[in-house]
C-alpha cells in the first residue's frame, strides 16, 4: 500500500480507469497541429488569462486530465490557490478577478457553452472593451483551442494526476 500527497492510502481511492487509447500516438499529425495552433494563439494572451480560461474551459467541459493540468501549470507560474478553487464560482467571487479577466472568463463561457448558438452581443461588447482587436482574436483563438484539447482528452479518457508542471511547455 502506497500513501498519496496527503498521507492517505492510496487503498482508499477508487481504482485509476483506463484510457481509451493514446489518440496522439494514432494521429500524430493532428497533435502537432494542435501544439502549433496552441502556441499561436498563446503568443498574443496574457498568460495569466489564458490559464484562467484553460481552466474555466475545462471545468464547463468536465475535462478532468486538463484541470489537473492548467491548475498545476497555474500554480507552479505563481497563480492563487484561491483564485483558481472560486472560479468556478466567479459570479459569486467577482472581487477576486480583475474587469478583464472577468470579460475574458465570461467571454469563455459564452464560446464554450453555445446552447444558445451565438456568443451573445453584450459578452462580445464587454471582451473588446478590455481587450483590442489583435489581443481578442488570440483570447478567441485560446478558447477555441481550449475546448479542442479538452474534447479529445474526454473522449479518449486520458488519466489525470500524472502531469508536471512544465511538460507540455
Known sequence: MTTNEHSRPTSDYCPEHTPRMNWSEHAPDVYKAMARLEAASR?????????????????????????????????????SAQRIVQLSAWEEARHFYTPKE??????????TVLTDGFVPDE???????????EELAHLIASIITI???????????????HYTPGDHR
Not at 471582451?127 to 483590442?132: E, I, T, V
Not at 475546448?147 to 494526476?161: C, E, H, I, K, L
Request: glycine residues 6%; charged residues 20%; aromatic residues 6%.
Open 43 to 79: 503568443k498574443g494572451t496574457d498568460p495569466v488569462i489564458a490559464e484562467l480560461v484553460k481552466i474555466r474551459a475545462s471545468q464547463l467541459n468536465h475535462c478532468a486530465f486538463c484541470l489537473d493540468m492548467h491548475t498545476k501549470d497555474a500554480l507552479a507560474a505563481g497563480e
Open 102 to 111: 472577468i470579460a475574458a472568463i465570461e467571454l469563455t463561457e459564452a464560446v
Open 123 to 133: 459578452v462580445y461588447a464587454r471582451a473588446a472593451k478590455h481587450f483590442g482587436e
Open 147 to 161: 475546448n479542442a484539447w479538452n474534447r479529445f482528452a474526454v473522449s479518449t479518457r486520458m488519466v489525470p494526476g
